[in-house]
């Protein structure tokens, strides 16, 4: 695996929040009735029950708030009407309001949102490459998008400092790009290429670096990757230190098992997970309205006992935003974060998967929220941050690097098994890596009481 140093963001010194997920900028200008009179987002009142007669709320009820940063509050659902192969699913509500605002991030400087956007345009662009090297016969196996989620893929691993972790999934090759893989590598991983980050063993996206990147594999089984990076918090802490683990799960795979159990150990040990909910409103062709009853995804961390939040996932400045803010509670110690960021898958599952089953209306409402449109939209007219000269620069910029990398991801050899001595190996054994802890010796310390004296233990745990 080729190792490049994990890049970091510099931050501007705009400072945090130390109450979590609790905005207090002035957001852009909206018609829209989300706010609260100070700018802060009405939260979602959930769990209230029957309002007593004398208006006070009964000692026996409680009541739940979830933050929602969103500047609009769709509300339509997605039906099933009719069965076998008349089956249909058609949309119940309305969907003609305007296009929302960027919100104003808190955190974010001019450098940090241009550097954001042009990660976003990479995503993109080299999923059009991608596309277009499977049409042409030289990817092996399939291909997944992100097409629609780039903002809240990107922008939320931008969040992430050199000492935390990322365990992408399928629809976050942009967090990848983000956490210093290359496009080349992405593209030579789909053609199984010979100087692939797995030496051509796997087609998809099953590879991460531990040794420099911070970032796990994803795991296709839905759910599981949360426990391994609950692993890597514990692993952390038992070596004195406090990190975040952002990782990301579906509104299909929020479901599983494991799910429940990674996020109940984390919340109970106080790990530093983040979980972004990808509500992209599809777990391949059955629609979000189809898999669960709560309204809202984020409403499962008040079960948790953490802190649940909403975003729209087509807004970069609110994704980074609240996954700043909840890194920087993983670092203090505070436990974990659910955060459900509403959007839609704008493709196919994967490209295999032609979406003719998604109302033709649906496409049409959210393509008017594309992320990147609204955050070009955002820097170049409204902040005015980017001349429109210095955007087509940029964009050239990165349809050229592009190209430099898919040229060389073709030229990369395929791997030739009779030959290739080094990269036999599936498992490891002992002589192919030491494994060692990663930020000092293991210390055994009590969760809650810092004060307990800790004691140096032999390194027991095998952390990756
Ligand atoms: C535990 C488990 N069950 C089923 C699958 C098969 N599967 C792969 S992707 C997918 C749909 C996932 O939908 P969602 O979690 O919403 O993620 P999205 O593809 O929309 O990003 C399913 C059912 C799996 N990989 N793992
Ligand atoms: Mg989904």
Known sequence: MAHKKRPTHKHT?????TVP???????????????????????????????????????????YNIPDYRLERPEFRIVMSDEGANLEYRIEGDLS??????????????????????????????????????????VVGGVYF?????????????ALGPDDWLGPMIRNQGAMLVCGFAARDIMRQYMAKADSPTWGRDA???????????????????????????GVCLGARLQGR????????????????????????????????????????WGYSTPADMQFC????????????????IVDGTDPCQVYDVTHEACERARRGEGPTLIEAKMMRMKGHAIHDAAQYVPAKLVEYWRARDPIARLENYLVNVKRWLTAEDNHKLIEGVERELEADRE??????????????????????????????KYGPVVAKGRESATTESKKVEAAVHLM
Not at 30 to 58: F, H, L, R, Y
Not at 206 to 230: K, T
Request: aromatic share 6%.
């Open 13 to 17: 010194g705009k400072k945090s929040s």
């Open 97 to 138: 309001a305007p296009t929302p605002p960027i919100r104003e991030s808190k955190y974010l400087s001019r450098e940090q949102c241009i550097a954001i956007y042009r990660w976003m345009l990479l995503n993109r662009r080299m999923e059009v490459a991608l596309e277009n090297l499977y049409k042409q016969g030289k």
């Open 408 to 437: 060389a991801a073709v030229a990369s050899p395929m791997p030739d098994p009779e030959t290739d001595k080094t990269h036999q190996g599936v498992y490891c054994d002992p002589a192919c890596h030491e494994i060692k802890p």
């Open 204 to 230: 998809s996206s099953h590879f991460g670096d531990w040794q420099q990147r911070n970032v796990c594999a994803p795991i296709s089984m839905l759910g599981e990757l949360i426990g391994v990076m609950a």
């Open 21 to 63: 997920l609790a905005p207090s900028s002035k957001p852009p200008k909206t018609n829209s009735p989300v706010e609260q009179a100070d700018g802060s987002p009405k939260p979602v009142a959930t769990n209230a029950g029957p309002a007593p007669k004398d208006g006070g709320v009964p000692s026996s009820l409680r009541t």
């Open 146 to 158: 992100g097409l629609g989620q780039e903002g809240c893929s990107c922008a939320s691993a931008y």
């Open 242 to 281: 406090n990190i975040a683990a952002l990782t990301y799960v579906g509104d299909g795979g929020q479901s599983t098992g494991v799910t429940y159990e990674s996020l109940n150990f984390a919340a109970v040990q106080k790990l530093g997970l983040v979980l972004i909910v990808e509500n992209n409103l």
């Open 294 to 309: 709560v309204k809202d995804l984020a409403e499962r961390a008040i079960a948790y006992g953490i802190p649940g939040v």
